[in-house]
């Protein structure tokens, strides 16, 4: 599936029960557990067909279960994406959605109704084809295809299946831009319609343009043998669909197992691999006792917040010599850079607030001044986060009511 196709099939696959698995370091979550004894009811194969495969996806697994992971192969730009443009254009929306970049033209994961959509390109960032490789696949699919035959039918032995040069059963190869049912003015119908001798559908619908060098003196030489083929793109979508299905469902199994064991919690709680990588090092190597994490209340939570968030970086004088006992600093932090981490100071445990210019009830975390002094800063303030009220910078303009901020602007635009 992709954005300039229409969805016309949705192959599902479920992966297998991982409650048993051996664990080094830990044990399931409840959650996960739950997980697991809920997809006792969903399907192990399932097919949609049509217009509506969408449609027939939500009612028939998405109402029907409960509290299932979804996982796609770059999910993100297509198949995360079209679900939610899908629920969106029919009045729904995911309780919770996390976007990349600007917009919502790319949904790294969501939920909806229960359910946690997430992009396994997110964990194991490899092109599909790259994970038979990586993960050390092409056996267990050339022994799949024997389990799925009631599911696939005869496509799954079909001479068309794409196989490197030591017969192992890799990513096929498909015409994307044929999956389109919109009259084609050179075809005359519809694309997705096609089926006669391969040669004779128009080497554009196989985008070999888009793909790497290497790749595409593949995907030639593969056509080149299929010369006089009956190609009928219906059936190749399925067949296609279902193998690109059961590759991902071979590469989370592997890469589920892999990670369980060897880091003791499920992957697929966290929306992406640092975040699966930050939770481990918390749960296995953060010394709680040495620096202890505390529950902050909502004022030191926000400045917290504020202070590991973005931050400007534009410099204030372009050049400045220092005079004796000056010193220039500069500094871009980000709260997960993990060289920030090993080798910058950062402040942990609970902190300390300090109020200037105000009176209050001072305790242990809560300390009011009513006056701050240059003098008093340099003897007691080492170091912390400051959030103050800036004056405008030239008080003489009544009108002024923010600094300037420096602002790039394209020339005659707006």
């Known amino acids: 599936m992709g954005v300039r196709q229409n969805v016309n099939y949705a192959a599902v696959m479920r992966c297998e029960d991982i409650s048993t698995l051996p664990s080094k370091k830990g044990v399931l979550t409840k959650a996960a557990t739950k997980r697991l004894e809920d997809c006792d009811i969903f399907p192990t194969n399932i097919a949609y067909e049509g217009e509506d495969a969408l449609q027939q996806y939500h009612d028939g697994i998405i109402k029907a279960t409960t509290n299932t992971i979804h996982l796609a192969h770059n999910g993100t730009k297509f198949d995360n994406w079209l679900f939610y443009a899908h629920l969106r254009n029919n009045g729904q929306h995911p309780t919770q959605a996390s976007f990349k970049g600007v917009g919502d033209s790319q949904v790294m994961g969501m939920m909806y109704l229960g359910h946690v959509f997430l992009d396994f390109y997110n964990h194991f960032a490899s092109s599909l084809a790259d994970c038979v490789k990586h993960l050390g696949l092409a056996k267990a699919l050339d022994e ?3 389990e799925f035959s009631e599911y696939g039918g005869p496509i799954w032995s079909d001479g068309s299946l ?3 040069k030591a017969g192992n059963l890799g990513k096929n190869f498909f015409p994307y831009r044929a999956n389109n049912r919109e009259v084609d003015e050179e075809l005359g119908y519809a694309p997705i ?3 006669g001798p ?3 559908l128009p080497l554009r619908f196989w985008e070999l343009d888009d793909k790497k060098p290497e790749e595409r003196e593949i995907c030639i030489q593969w056509l080149a043998g299929l010369k006089g083929y009956h190609y009928n793109v219906r ?3 399925r067949a296609y669909c279902k193998l690109d299905t059961l590759i991902l469902k071979k590469a989370v199994e592997v890469y589920r197992k892999q990670m369980l064991t060897l880091c003791g919690h499920d992957p697929f709680q966290c929306l992406t691999l640092p975040t699966y990588v930050f939770r481990t090092f918390y749960m296995h190597y953060y010394e709680q006792e040495k620096y202890p994490l505390f529950k902050l209340e909502a004022d030191a939570k926000a400045l917290a ?12 004088r372009v050049y400045y010599k220092c005079q004796e006992g000056e010193t220039i600093k500069t500094a871009d932090v980000a709260s997960l850079y993990p060289a920030t981490q090993y080798h910058d100071p950062l402040p942990y445990g609970r902190p300390v607030l300090h109020y200037f210019g105000c009176e209050g009830v001072a305790d242990e975390f809560h300390q009011y001044h009513p006056d701050c002094s240059r003098a008093w800063l340099e003897e007691h303030f080492t170091g912390g986060f400051i959030w103050c009220d800036m004056l405008p910078p030239l008080p003489r303009s009544a009108s002024l009511s923010q600094p300037f901020y420096a602002t790039k602007m394209a020339r005659g635009g707006s």
């Not at 504020?306 to 970086?313: D, F, K, V, W």
Request: charged share 35%; no cysteine; net charge negative.
């Open 144 to 146: 799949a295809m024997i």
């Open 193 to 195: 319609e096609f089926a």
């Open 198 to 200: 391969i040669e004779k």
């Open 235 to 237: 059936e190749q979508l």
């Open 305 to 316: 917040r504020a202070a590991l968030t973005g931050g400007r970086t534009d410099f204030g």
């Open 162 to 164: 794409y196989r490197d």
